[in-house]
Each structure stands twice: as structure tokens, then as C-alpha cells.
């Protein structure tokens, strides 16, 4: 069941088997993997936009394959933040 937003209604604690604590991508997708027969539910801090996967517009990247890894997966990251480092100094002026 969905709760109208901004409702003052206090939620009852007891009539959960899950409850999933923010509602960014991790939060959502453990709701979507959680099987379907579970009552769910999710709270998220506010009803601001401030979360991380609000800003992530270049698709999710993470570690699927059996030939990626971690230490690749931060080396990608750090050279993409690295590239952009250069790039906006480049073109602060
Ligand atoms: C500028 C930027 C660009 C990015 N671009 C990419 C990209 O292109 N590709 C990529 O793969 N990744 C990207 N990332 C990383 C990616 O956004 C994060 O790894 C991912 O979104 C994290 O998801 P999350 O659900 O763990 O956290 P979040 O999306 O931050 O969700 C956490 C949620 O929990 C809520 N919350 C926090 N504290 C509480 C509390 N005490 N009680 C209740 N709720 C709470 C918050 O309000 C928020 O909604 C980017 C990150 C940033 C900042």
C-alpha cells in the first residue's frame, strides 16, 4: 500500500517483514528483489531530491561479469573523475 506523501499519519510498527531504509537505487531494487508475498516498507528521509542516484545520469555501472572486478571497477571510476578534474580546470577559465 502507498502512503499519500506528506501524510502526518503515524505508520504502524508492527505490520512489517521488511523495512527498507532510503529509497535511492539500493533501497528500491532491495524493494523489487524482495519477494512479492513480504509487506514492505520503504522510508526515506524527506521528501527533498537529495539523493546520489538523482545525479547518476550516465546509467549504473557496477561490477556484473565474471571477468570485471572491484579494483577495476574503482580504477574506471577514479580515471573518469580524474578526466573530468582536468577537463573542468581546463575550461574554468
Ligand atoms: C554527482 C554524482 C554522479 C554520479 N553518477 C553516477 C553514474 O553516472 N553512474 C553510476 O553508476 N553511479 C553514479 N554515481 C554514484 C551513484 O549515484 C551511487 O553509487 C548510488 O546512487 C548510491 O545509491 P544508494 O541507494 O546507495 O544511495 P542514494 O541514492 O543516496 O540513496 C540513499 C537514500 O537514503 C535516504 N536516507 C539517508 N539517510 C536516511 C535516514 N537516516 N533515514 C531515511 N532515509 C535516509 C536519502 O534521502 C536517499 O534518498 C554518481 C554519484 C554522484 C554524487
Given at each position: 500500500m502507498l502512503r499519500p506523501p506528506f501524510s502526518q499519519e503515524p505508520i504502524p510498527i508492527n505490520n512489517w517483514d521488511v523495512i527498507v531504509i532510503g529509497a535511492g537505487a539500493a533501497g528500491l531494487m532491495t524493494c523489487l528483489e524482495l519477494p512479492s508475498n513480504l509487506k514492505v516498507l520503504l522510508l526515506n528521509?524527506?521528501?527533498?531530491?537529495?539523493?546520489?542516484s538523482r545525479w547518476a545520469q550516465g546509467g549504473i555501472a557496477s561490477v556484473v561479469r565474471q571477468d570485471d572486478s572491484f579494483d577495476l571497477h574503482a580504477d574506471d571510476t577514479l580515471k573518469a573523475v580524474m578526466d573530468y578534474v582536468i577537463f573542468s580546470c581546463r575550461n574554468a577559465s
Open positions: 528521509r524527506n521528501t527533498s531530491k537529495v539523493s546520489s
